[in-house]
């Protein structure tokens, strides 16, 4: 059985780090994946923040450019999201998730930016909470 668990959120204050973390026990990546952190506000729409593909290729929300990094380590079977210059609009359930990819992915390519956008990911995580204040 799948399964993705987030941790590593808190309160901080503006202008701070927090690295969140996803542990993947039970997804061994296919020959084509993407895996992605979303995020949602109270009274908000989800949004997807940033993803990374098989191809090693990234896409990010606008809004974290330069600011958040996506990365992974195989070896832990763990997806990272290192989130710097934190503001109170970061605020939100943070959410992992996982997917095959196929209708985004060839051999040598992926788009996991248009899978993110349209938020069509297969596993998901239960969420870790951040909290950004002024």
């Known amino acids: 059985q799948v399964q993705l668990a987030e941790s590593g959120g808190g309160s901080v204050q503006a202008g701070d780090s927090l690295l969140l973390s996803c542990a993947m026990p039970g997804w061994t990546p296919p020959s084509t994946f993407c895996m992605g952190w979303f995020r949602q506000a109270p009274g908000k729409e989800r949004e997807g923040v940033a993803a990374l593909g098989s191809d090693g290729r990234t896409a990010y929300h606008e809004s974290v450019k330069g600011r958040f990094t996506i990365s992974k380590d195989d070896a832990k079977n763990t997806l990272y999201l290192q989130m710097g210059s934190l503001d109170p609009e970061d605020s939100a359930m943070y959410y992992c998730?996982?997917?095959?990819?196929?209708?985004?992915?060839?051999?040598?390519?992926?788009?996991?930016?248009?899978?993110?956008?349209?938020?069509?990911?297969?596993?998901w995580g239960q969420g870790t909470q951040v909290t950004v204040s002024s």
């Open positions: 998730a996982a997917d095959p990819a196929r209708t985004v992915c060839n051999r040598a390519y992926c788009n996991c930016g248009l899978l993110l956008r349209r938020g069509e990911f297969g596993t």
